[in-house]
Nanobody
Framework: QVQLVESGGRLVQAGGSLRLSCAAS????????MGWFRQAPGKEREFVAT????????FIADSVEGRFTISRDNAKSTVYLQMNKLKPEDTDAYYC??????????????????WGQGTQVTVSS
């Protein structure tokens, strides 16, 4: 089992930036591809970004491509989501998670098992 704790969410004005962090503990962090998802109340959880175990391969959702980047520091067992040029439609709870597989299924929430509690990002217009 891996425990994940997200942080960094807050209220920010449109056009601003935030960096979310997700700290892992428990099983070795380097066992896992990591992902970020977001979810609004009453909506399905939406894929945002994923990063490979070694950090060399990332994939970003079209909706945030060019504005968000994902990175990881394996020495700190932490994955980050850098969010730039934020828009009001980016307002959501953001969650990090560990993927079942390094190689497949990681673009969907069903491909992940351990989840953090989420951190709220609110973008004002």
């Amino acid at each position: 089992q891996v425990q994940l704790v997200e942080s960094g969410g807050r209220l920010v004005q449109a056009g601003g930036s935030l960096r979310l962090s997700c700290a892992a503990s428990g099983r070795p962090f380097t066992n896992y591809r990591m992902g970020w998802f977001r979810q609004a109340p009453g909506k399905e959880r939406e894929f945002v970004a994923t990063i490979s175990v070694n950090g060399y391969s990332t994939f970003i959702a079209d909706s945030v491509e060019g504005r968000f980047t994902i990175s990881r520091d394996n020495a700190k067992s932490t994955v980050y989501l850098q969010m730039n040029k934020l828009k009001p439609e980016d307002t959501d709870a953001y969650y990090c998670a560990t993927a079942f597989s390094e190689y497949s299924g990681y673009l969907r929430s069903s491909g992940y098992d351990n989840w953090g509690q989420g951190t709220q990002v609110t973008v004002s217009s």
